[in-house]
């Protein structure tokens, strides 16, 4: 498990803002960063570690997240599609709990794949269609369903799609950081001083 303090908190909502920032530039525009997904989809494939640290490597890696999050606690922004998605991970996660088949199964499948990549060293595209797949097979399948927005001429691209599921499946595991980090949306309203400082402190500001 673990530790429930503000650090692992920010980090994880960090990853969910960077999950939800992921989908939100390849849904309307077709972009998306490689280095951006890269800690994402790494933190999936680390299921058995108790390092939030070792969980997501290089904080900097986490930069686009962590300044999404400042701007949204700070209200310089207010994304209603980040407020969806993000919502819309927690319910996925409440979901994920009440089904202990799927939750074997993701696992399971997670661990067969760390031997592929192990073995293969798949680039990131080929972890991504993995990933989707396992959504697809998985998570896809607990209501109520993730709804995307944005424009369907990129949402109808193969790549793009696996890339927005890989990004909603990383988002989902950091909620489940962040649940297990002590983090509630009740703590998330009254500590947004706390997490604007912890942010700062990661940035350097």
């Not at 962590?66 to 993000?86: A, R, S, V």
């Not at 819309?88 to 996660?93: E, G, M, P, R, S």
């Not at 074997?104 to 661990?111: D, H, R």
């Not at 799609?161 to 949306?185: D, E, H, M, N, P």
């Amino acid at each position: 498990m673990l530790e429930k303090n503000i650090e692992n908190q920010t980090i994880a909502l960090a990853a969910v803002h960077q999950s939800c920032w992921i989908i939100e530039k390849i849904s309307w525009n077709g972009e998306y960063s490689t280095d951006s997904l890269m800690p994402l989809i790494h933190s999936i494939f680390k299921i058995d570690s108790t390092s939030i640290q070792d969980i997501y490597g290089d904080i900097s890696k986490l930069t686009i997240g962590l300044k999404h999050l400042k701007d949204e606690i700070t209200n310089i922004t207010n994304n209603y599609e980040t407020k969806k998605y993000f919502k819309d991970l927690i319910y996925l996660a409440d979901g994920l709990s009440r089904r202990t088949d799927i939750s074997v199964l993701i696992q399971n499948t997670l661990q067969e794949y760390n031997q592929i990549i192990k073995q293969e060293n798949p680039t990131i595209i080929e972890q991504s269609e993995k990933l989707s797949s396992l959504y697809l097979n998985t998570l896809s399948k607990i209501e109520p369903r993730i709804v995307i927005t944005g424009d369907n001429k990129y949402l109808t691209i193969p790549k793009n799609a696996s890339i927005i599921r890989t990004a909603l499946f990383a988002g989902l595991r950091a909620v489940y950081l962040w649940k297990q980090s002590g983090g509630t949306r009740i703590k998330l309203f009254f500590f947004k001083s706390k997490i604007k400082n912890q942010i700062n402190n990661y940035m350097g500001c």
